[in-house]
Antibody
Framework: QVQLQESGPGLVKPSETLSLTCTVS????????WNWIRQPPGKGLEWIGY???????NYNSSLKSRVTISLDTSKNQFSLNLSSVTAADTAVYYCARLDEALDFWGQGTLVSVSS | DFQMTQSPSSVSASVGDRVTITCRASQDISSWLAWYQQKPGKAPKLLISAASSLHSGVPSRFGGSGSGTHFTLTITSLQPEDFATYYC?????????FGPGTKVDIK
């Protein structure tokens, strides 16, 4: 059974960079799209972007100038960097695998942006 | 911009009721539509992919249909564990947009 686990700081200061890592266990990175999704408190889901196992990426245009997703196949991990954060970036951040749909999700991690 | 809409935004129902949720895409997405269930404080869970394919382990009371721009999720006999928020999502056109959600609560 594939499992995903997000890790990273729970508090980030405004204007700094939010960095999260997703560790994949129970399966290989190969052959799939690896995604980041976020959910502000009390609101709906927003797709941030994905990285394919080959390394190609695609991002939500609303965040594109600030987002980088990278992959470390040797560690079975992929990462999210979101720069110049503001309070509007406060959310639960999820990582998930895409195979036609988002079939495996991490439990999510709350990241708050505050000084 | 690409849009996904859902209706209703919320529904109150009783155990045993039949519940239908509609999702509409602003452009043709063929059958690239998934449905998720989310309970408070938990990650979403995949129910249906490719508009009508039941994900492994999902009870058969959940069903999906549709193609193009109009899709439905039906729960044939609502169970206590089904009270949750349901989201549709298209995976045809980047960004992979989610619908705003439909909250199913107890009447």
């Amino acid at each position: 059974q594939v499992q995903l686990q997000e890790s990273g700081p729970g508090l980030v200061k405004p204007s700094e960079t939010l960095s999260l890592t997703c560790t994949v266990s129970g399966g290989s990175i190969s052959g799939y799209y690896w995604n980041w999704i976020r959910q502000p408190p009390g609101k709906g889901l927003e797709w941030i972007g994905y990285i394919y196992y080959s390394g190609s990426t695609n991002y939500n245009s609303s965040l594109k100038s600030r987002v980088t997703i990278s992959l470390d196949t040797s560690k079975n991990q992929f990462s999210l960097n979101l720069s110049s954060v503001t309070a509007a970036d406060t959310a639960v951040y999820y990582c998930a695998r895409l195979d036609e749909a988002l079939d495996f999700w991490g439990q999510g991690t709350l990241v708050s942006v505050s000084s | 911009d690409f849009q996904m809409t859902q209706s209703p935004s919320s529904v109150s129902a009783s155990v045993g009721d039949r519940v239908t949720i509609t999702c509409r895409a602003s452009q043709d997405i063929s059958s690239w539509l998934a449905w998720y269930q989310q309970k408070p404080g938990k990650a979403p869970k995949l129910l249906i992919s490719a508009a009508s394919s039941l994900h492994s382990g999902v009870p058969s009371r959940f069903g999906g249909s549709g193609s193009g721009t109009h899709f439905t999720l039906t729960i044939t006999s609502l169970q206590p564990e089904d009270f949750a928020t349901y989201y549709c999502q298209q995976a045809n056109i980047v960004p992979f947009t989610f619908g705003p959600g439909t909250k199913v609560d107890i009447k």
